[in-house]
C-alpha cells in the first residue's frame, strides 16, 4: 500500500464513501450478507462490471470496517468487463445490524465502493454493557452487579472471564429466573434463566499508550465453551486520579 492508497484509506475513514466513482457497478447493489451467528466466518463473493469504455488497473482493495480479510482481486478490469472481488468477513465483536464497505481503488487514487448489508445474532443480551469506574486510582476497588440471559431466552448463560480480563478483573455468578419485558427494568423472579453477575477490579493495569491517557477505556471480555466463536463484552471507562 503506497502513500496514495495509505491517504486514502485515513480520509475514507472519517469522509462518507458516496464520494466513490461509480464506473464499477456491483450487482445486487447491495449485497445481503444474510443473518450470522457472532464469531462465524463467511466467505463472500461479490460480481459487478466495469462500465466504462476505458480499461481500470487496480492497486488495492480493502475493507472499510472490521473483520474482512483475504481479498482477491484482479489487477485489470477490462472495458465494459466483469470483475469479482472474494474475501472472508469474520463477525467477531460485531453485533446487531452491519453494512461493512469494500473499497477499490485505482492506479490514480480513484475509489470504488461495494456496499453490503447483514444482521449479527448474538448468544447473550446484557442488561448493562458500558459501567463507570468514575475516578480511580491504581488498586482501588470497583464493584459492578448486571443480569444476563441467553438471546433465546431458553438455556442460562455460561459466561466466564477469558484469561486476558481475569488479570485484571474477577467475577462472580448467581443463578436467576429473570423477567426481562421492560429491559429497563429487568427484574428477578420471572421466567427466564440468567445469571446475575458480579465484576470487580483487581486493580486495573496502565501501561503503554495508557499512560499518555487521562481516560480509562477497559474492554472486559468473556468466553463460552456452548459458544465458543462468540465474544461476549463490557466496557468500562473512567479517568485517572
Given amino acids: 500500500m503506497n502513500l496514495k492508497t495509505i491517504a486514502l ?4 475513514a472519517g469522509t462518507s464513501v458516496s464520494i466513490a466513482d461509480e464506473s464499477i457497478r456491483f450487482v445486487p447493489e447491495n449485497y445481503p450478507i444474510g443473518v450470522l451467528n457472532q464469531g462465524d466466518t463467511k466467505h463472500i463473493v ?3 462490471a466495469n462500465t466504462t469504455g476505458k ?4 492497486e488495492n482493495v480493502f475493507g472499510q470496517g472490521n473483520g474482512m480479510s483475504n481479498f482477491k482481486f484482479p489487477k485489470t478490469i477490462p472495458a465494459k468487463g466483469a470483475v469479482t472481488i472474494e474475501f ?3 463477525t467477531a465483536d460485531m453485533e446487531g445490524q452491519i453494512k461493512p464497505v469494500v473499497v477499490l481503488v485505482d492506479t490514480t487514487g480513484k475509489p470504488y465502493t461495494a456496499n453490503m448489508d447483514g444482521i449479527v445474532k448474538v448468544p447473550f443480551f446484557f442488561g448493562e454493557k458500558l459501567f463507570d469506574a468514575g475516578y480511580y486510582a491504581q488498586g482501588e476497588k470497583r464493584e459492578w452487579t448486571f443480569y444476563v440471559w441467553e438471546t433465546d431466552k431458553k438455556a442460562r448463560p455460561d459466561l466466564t472471564l477469558d484469561s486476558e480480563s481475569a488479570k485484571q478483573f474477577a467475577m462472580s455468578t448467581k ?5 426481562v419485558d421492560k429491559l429497563d427494568q429487568i427484574k428477578e423472579g420471572g421466567k427466564v434463566p440468567g445469571l446475575k453477575v458480579t465484576l470487580s477490579t483487581k486493580g486495573l493495569s496502565r501501561e503503554g499508550w495508557e499512560l499518555k491517557q487521562k481516560s480509562i477505556r477497559k474492554i472486559v ?3 463460552s465453551k456452548k459458544y465458543p466463536l462468540a465474544t461476549p463484552a463490557v466496557l468500562i471507562v473512567g ?3
Fill in 175 to 179: 443463578s436467576v429466573m429473570l423477567n
Fill in 9 to 12: 484509506v485515513a480520509f475514507l
Fill in 221 to 223: 471480555s468473556f468466553k
Fill in 46 to 48: 461479490l460480481q459487478g
Fill in 239 to 241: 479517568y485517572w486520579k
Fill in 55 to 58: 480499461e481500470i488497473v487496480l
Fill in 88 to 90: 472472508d468477513l469474520n
